[in-house]
């Protein structure tokens, strides 16, 4: 039995699920229960009616770099909490941390561009920002932050309309072929070296430019991810980074750390390899391990205690604008007795049920500070099938959507969408 039509995961929300998942289970049984699911990772952060991928062709010895993985460098929570990125200081903060967070941000409050989660799903904000665009109804963000899936599409997003061709390229043409490759590395079910490459083609030395004179401008683009050892979410301030790129010194090393951390951003815990980051602290030197930064939410728009009920701390944007990569409708589905789709079924609604939360929160958190709430989500009534993960088929679809959603005189609501109705009943 297929899962339904319309079911979407967003990429960093399996992840945490599964996690969750595993973290109730019996010491010593995790490598039994990744087992029984390692059959159903293709199906993570994509729609139904699915198919397996084609594989994809491994670079040559690959498979021997994957037999044995070395070990890592010992360090302590000492270390990491005040880790920093060689020779980029202003590179990165805690998520956590608001002192570093209100540091970071431009010196002139303005419009912000929230990018969530949503794997191929993505290719609903990126026709909307081209929507925004043809309308002439897209502002230059003081802020844009991305997770996951948003973290991928905010540099074009951030750089302005001069992308939006190159952002729909990458939301309708490509395929499962460009994203993985199915097999485990030793660290997940499957490889996500065809990412790399395509992450590597798509920032280019010129984007960056235009990246870090954003930045100089006074304009902040935020990417997180989570750093595992630490169980924390990083905020990665990549109008930093491209401006070290320019450095004639450091160009290099600040344009690899960039296309480093958007990869980062997007791999799925146990899914996609983990990729580890190099920083130095305490005088030590040692790699951290992150993963999708959707593991602490499926999007970021200020620390956790700033969104708190009980915070009297404003966001200071003048309005927020979030564009929610992911559906929000259940679908009704009598679930097979198999764990992959037990599984899926579960992470769906919790998907669901996450994003809403997090609306709801940073809806009252705009509210008590007085600042415009926009929320942009998939319309309910979307159902195009998909043949399989990143089919450019069901992506144009859904770009189509998002385009005419963004030209349109109410591209975003001004509250969360409302809960759906209870389905009907049959009458007796």
Known sequence: MNPPARWTISTCAAATVLAATFSLLPQGSFAAATAQVQSAHHQVGVRAKKAPAKPTVAPPGAAAQQSKLPPRT????????????AGMPDARFWADSVPDFEKALPPQPGPWLILSTGGSDGAFGAGLLNGLSAAGNRPD???VTGVSTGALMAPFAFAGPKYDEALKDAYTKITSADIFEVGSTGESFIDSWPLKELIAKQITPQLLADIAAAYQAGRRLFVVTTDLDAQRSVVWNMGAIAAHAADKTGGDAALNLFRTVLLASGSIPGAFPPVLIDVEGNGKHFAEMHVDGGVGGQFFVAPPAMLASTSTDRIP???LYIVVNSALQPDFQVVDRSTPIILSQAVGMAVQVDLRLMLDRTFVAAKNAGVGFNAATIPADFNAPSRGPFDPNYMKALFDVGF???KSAAAFA???PPYPAPPATDPK
Do not use: K, N, R
């Not at 010992?74 to 990125?85: E, G, H, L, Q």
């Open 141 to 143: 963000y003081a802020v």
């Open 74 to 85: 010992p360090f302590t929570a000492a270390d990491d909490a005040v880790a920093a990125i």
């Open 414 to 416: 001004t509250s969360p």
């Open 404 to 406: 005419a959603q963004g």
């Open 317 to 319: 944007a003048s309005q």
